[in-house]
């Protein structure tokens, strides 16, 4: 069982930036590719980013693509989401979720097993 919780959500102008984090349970976290999501009103849950085990490899869906940074901290069971150049198409629920299986990043959101309750994200034009 893999419990995650984000934090960093809040109200921020067009422009602005923001720090999402989300602390994850368990020993194990290491081995998981993690991802971020999103589902604004009115649309399906969406693909933001993902990053491999270590770090190393990282993915983008295009609409944030040089404006969103995932990172993680292994030692702290962390993974986070940098957001800058906010837009308000940006404001959704933003959900962070572990895949177990050891495989390769996905942006599928069958492939992740575990997801976090969401932080919400407002941004104002």
């Known amino acids: 069982q893999v419990q995650l919780v984000e934090s960093g959500g809040g109200l921020v102008q067009a422009g602005g930036s923001l720090r999402l984090s989300c602390a994850a349970s368990?020993?194990?976290?290491?081995?998981?590719?993690m991802g971020w999501f999103r589902r604004a009103p009115g649309k399906a849950r969406e693909f933001v980013a993902a990053i491999n085990w270590s770090g190393g490899s990282t993915y983008y869906a295009d609409s944030v693509k040089g404006r969103f940074t995932i990172s993680r901290d292994n030692a702290n069971y962390s993974v986070y989401l940098q957001m800058n150049s906010l837009k308000p198409e940006d404001t959704a629920v933003y959900y962070c979720?572990?895949?177990?299986?050891?495989?390769?990043?996905?942006?599928?959101?069958?492939?992740?097993?575990?997801w976090g309750q969401g932080t919400q994200v407002t941004v104002s034009s």
């Open positions: 979720a572990a895949d177990i299986s050891l495989g390769r990043p996905s942006q599928r959101r069958p492939q992740y097993d575990y």
């Open positions: 368990g020993r194990t976290f290491g081995y998981y590719a």
